[in-house]
């Protein structure tokens, strides 16, 4: 719950050269980020609510930026002021922060959309199997924040065959879809992984291509396939299969 920003900034009253906004937080570290004008007048939010109450400390009472579809550092907390400019301010969170630095020394700069993800959480290291061997269900969530995810793939042998999984409900634009697959678990150990597809026709990458991409000093948006290893316990641990 909240206001939009493009009417904030309607009444304080944008000046034509008006490119690039940059909010603030109240926090020690007075987090920035530059914001294009074009995304802050679509569909950005001001928000002071959450689930029909103000939102708590830890989510930035009493205000905060919501930026759908863009990654959460830029979702600024405690928000204090805004400020409206004709370039973007190269802060230290945009600098030295969540810039990608590329394998032959380019910095990829600006990446703010949230390419598309998902994750299995049940198995998980905190959703262990309890029922033993027998019917199983895998669930978990995708996002994109270029559209929607009509299509998630699911393997349980670390990638050597994938299955479609059964998707929840409609997929609506920049929302977490989830996804289910049945299964009947003999108690052998599992390699879960999981693939999302999205609207434009992205498909979620390996670790191994997000390399060969973009070198192994791109730390920031990490969004490649995760590798839940099951044991013969139903027990689950964080593993890498590339």
């Known amino acids: 719950t909240g206001v939009r920003l493009k009417h904030l900034l309607d009444e304080a009253g944008l000046k034509t050269n008006a490119k690039w906004i940059m909010p603030e937080g ?17 569909d950005c939010l001001v928000a002071f609510k959450m689930n029909g109450e103000a939102l708590r400390p830890e989510q930035g009472y ?24 004709d370039e973007p301010w190269h802060h230290r969170e945009e600098t030295s922060k969540y810039t ?20 299995i959480t049940s198995p ?17 969530i995708a996002w994109s924040g270029r559209g929607t995810i009509p299509r998630v793939d699911v393997t349980v042998d670390g990638g050597k065959t994938w299955y479609n999984a059964r998707m929840s409900g409609p997929s609506l634009d920049k929302s977490l879809h989830r996804f289910y697959l049945e ?22 990458p390996t670790k191994n291509q ?7 000093n791109s730390i920031y948006h990490n969004n490649g396939i995760q590798t839940w290893y099951v044991n013969e316990r139903g027990e689950a641990e964080n593993v890498e299969v590339s």
């Open 26 to 42: 109240a926090d020690a570290s007075a987090m920035t980020r530059s914001i294009p004008i074009e995304k802050a007048l679509d």
């Open 124 to 140: 998980s290291p905190q959703m262990p199997i309890t029922h033993g061997k027998g019917p199983l269900v895998i669930s978990g």
């Open 183 to 204: 299964i009947d678990w003999d108690g052998t150990p599992l390699l879960l992984q999981s693939r999302a597809h999205d609207s434009t026709g992205y498909v979620q």
């Open 100 to 119: 990608d630095l590329l394998e032959d020394g380019r910095a990829r700069r600006f990446t703010w959309i949230m390419d598309a993800k998902s994750v």
């Open 62 to 85: 009493p205000l905060r930026i919501v930026i759908p579809g863009w990654e959460g550092n830029m979702w600024v907390k405690w928000l204090r002021r805004i400020e409206v400019g």
């Open 210 to 216: 997000l390399r060969e991409w973009r070198g192994v």
